[in-house]
């Protein structure tokens, strides 16, 4: 493989006995290692041998980066490694040491072919590992942890209950859509200091303000236990929330309130089936906008009969139909008791509705309901995971969906042993999958009665799930727990707000995620007084850990990585306070980027819309002037090679490579910042000798002539 990095010959030209192009080296020279051979497995070894050389360094490095990964505890793997490599060969970082004496010619028949040199070569590659070195975790071991797509480092706030609330408000937030990054509205309930259950909405700019109060529809009763508990926002200040309240007669009543412009509506009701009851006890409980102004919202009621039963309504332009029934799975009771908990929708007239029903032999089940151009259909039964009860009280309380017949829904079921777990589910072609079970947190309690309570999905295969769960202690903590090609990581907590309660009492029942995996959580947890308060978990803003490499050209130009937390939504770049060019974005933890011209040190900042990473050590850059060459001693050698040159100048003391016309010589020492001491490779005429450093490559002048 050859590529930018390459810098000797390739294997070619007669060559016998070659191997390219390694990436690093290990010990390819004595001590030994050790290794078992079965018979006939390694020519006349049997049993235990030992032998040398880089091919033998592959089970190090596989052990190396398996200490890697286990070092990076709740983080994702190191992944794929070249990128980060290259990036600390090209700043000479201390986790790797560059290998620059002796060659690849084990039989010594090749003339010395490939040797290694300072820099990048043919023998050695990037050079050896310093594992347990450089950085403050584990060397390069730890640094590799950042090779992955980290998930944005999640920071916990309170969201103020709006003005006129109880001192203990039992806030919360239950539900949250964002049109961009800085356009997201969250919508829930709080008490008034009169002791009144109202609705309430909060909206996120560059920050998140207080919550305000949506009033109760017209006729609600003087405390209308109200609450908004689903909300969707096709574009930015256009959102739709929908929820339930109860009204002047007791009856409880299914409400949608809008938002345009920034101002929350007072809540309509939205009328439920013709066959509800009297108190239909009815609420919608999420809803999916496919188009401004084009709605549906999920949820149930009860009928004239008594029945529990799922419906669905359809906004259209503001004005809401009437809802209508959602029939259950054939298998369900003659009360199913079933609820609509969770909607998406892709495209007008098609989505999918997800909740539970009770059948006919009394088993709490989850099942899901599918929109075909504008009908919906009977519910069917969505499998529990293996290993749940006979009874699994099996829910599904969210769903995201990236194409028609490709979802996710999330929920909660109890499994043989009686504990309570959290579970997903995909669609795939249009079928459901039996329920996954998620590994809940580590420090979770045997029993941890967790349930995920919604989901934001990237596609199919990469989503976000948001929840809560009991740790081992018995305080309720909220988690959230990601899916990477299909398959569920283990599920984190994650910390409340600070001052927060001993047993803070945390959930999360709501999350939006946008570009680079970048997801927004809300729900309540207690105060430091034990009050009920609304939190957002959201990405914190972003941090620079390195810069790589962390000097260049005061002219500005060439390939600069970024390296640390929170920047998949990079907006811009600084080198002091000049902008740099953002090439690429290979994960949430590090971005490629093309620096202005500079002089001096300066510090490299990352804006997002989260806010910008502070200066720090770490995030330094310095400019650096060519090196210059003012003098060769001696300056004429043999055309075999081997001639010790000393190289005078200025700006030498950061030297990567010498070249000899196109012909790189071999760095044997670093006297000073003004004097080097180089080998001369083969040759002949006359050739001009040219230093590389990060600051560039020396301009040829008649004082740095060689002749052969």
Known sequence: ?????????????????????????????????????????????????????????????????????????????????????????????????????????????????????????????????????????????????????????????????????????????????????????????????????????????????????????????????????????????????????????????????????????????????????????????????????????????????????????????????????????????????????????????????????????GDVESMASVETAGTWGRATAVAPPPGAAANPRAVLDGVACAAPGECVAVGSLTDVAGHGQAMAVAEIAGRWARGVEIPQPTDARVDPTASLDGVSCGSLTTCVGVGSYVDRSGRTRAMAAAASGGRWARAVGLAPPPASSADPGAVLQGVACGAGGRCVGVGAYADASGSGQAMVVQPAAPSVSRVLPARGPAAGGGAVWIIGRGLSGVTAVRFGTEPARVDGVASDAEIEVTPPKGAGTVSVTVATAWGTSPASVASRYTYVTPPIITRLAPSRGGPAGGTLVRIFGRNLSGVVAVHFGSTRGRVDRVVSASEIEVTSPRGSGAVDVTATTAGGTSVRVPADRFTY
């Not at 990076?72 to 490599?85: I, S, V, Y």
């Not at 072919?113 to 310093?130: H, I, M, S």
């Not at 909060?202 to 017209?218: C, D, I, K, M």
């Not at 959602?326 to 909607?343: C, E, F, K, S």
Request: hydrophobic share 40%; proline share 7%.
């Open 1 to 361: 493989m050859r590529n930018r990095f390459s810098t000797g010959s390739p294997c070619g030209g007669g060559a016998t006995a070659c191997r390219e192009t390694p990436d690093v080296a290990a010990l390819a020279g004595p001590p030994y290692y050790a290794f078992y051979c079965s018979a006939g497995d390694c020519g006349s070894i049997r049993g235990w041998g030992s032998f040398y050389g880089t091919s033998f360094a592959t089970p190090l490095w596989a052990a190396s980066v398996a200490l890697a990964d286990r070092s990076c505890a709740a983080e994702p793997p190191a992944g794929f490694l070249d990128p980060a490599l290259y990036a600390l060969a090209a700043s000479r970082a201390d986790p790797l040491h560059d290998i620059t004496v002796g060659d690849n010619d084990l039989t010594r028949s090749n003339g010395g072919r490939y040797p290694a040199t300072a820099g990048f070569d043919l023998a050695t590659g990037l050079g050896t590992p310093a594992w347990t070195t450089g950085t403050a975790r584990l060397g390069l071991a730890g640094l590799l942890c950042l090779g992955g797509a980290l998930p944005a480092v999640q920071q916990a706030t309170e969201v103020s209950a709006p003005s006129g609330a109880a001192s203990d408000p039992g806030a919360s937030l239950r539900a949250i859509a964002c049109a961009t990054a800085t356009s997201c509205a969250a919508v829930g309930s709080y008490t008034t200091a009169s002791s009144l259950e109202e609705a309430m909405a909060a909206g996120r700019g560059a920050t998140w303000g207080r919550a305000t109060g949506v009033l109760a529809p017209t006729g609600a009763a003087a405390d209308p236990l109200a609450a908004l508990v689903g909300v969707a926002c096709p574009a930015v200040a256009s959102c739709t929330a929908v929820g339930g309240y109860t009204d002047a007669t007791g009856s409880g009543e299914a409400m949608t309130a809008a938002e345009r412009g920034g101002t929350w509506s007072q809540a309509v009701a939205v009328l439920p089936p013709a066959n509800a009851a009297s108190d239909p006890a009815a609420a919608l409980t999420a809803v999916s906008c496919p188009a401004p102004g084009r709605c549906v919202g999920v949820g149930g009621y009860t009928t004239g009969a008594g029945d529990l039963e799922a419906m669905v309504a359809v906004g259209n332009g503001g004005t809401w139909s009437r809802a209508t029934e959602v029939q259950p799975p054939a298998n369900a009771a003659a009360n199913p008791g079933a609820w609509l908990r969770g909607v998406a929708c892709t495209a007008v007239g098609s989505c999918v509705g997800v909740g539970s029903y009770t059948t006919g032999s």
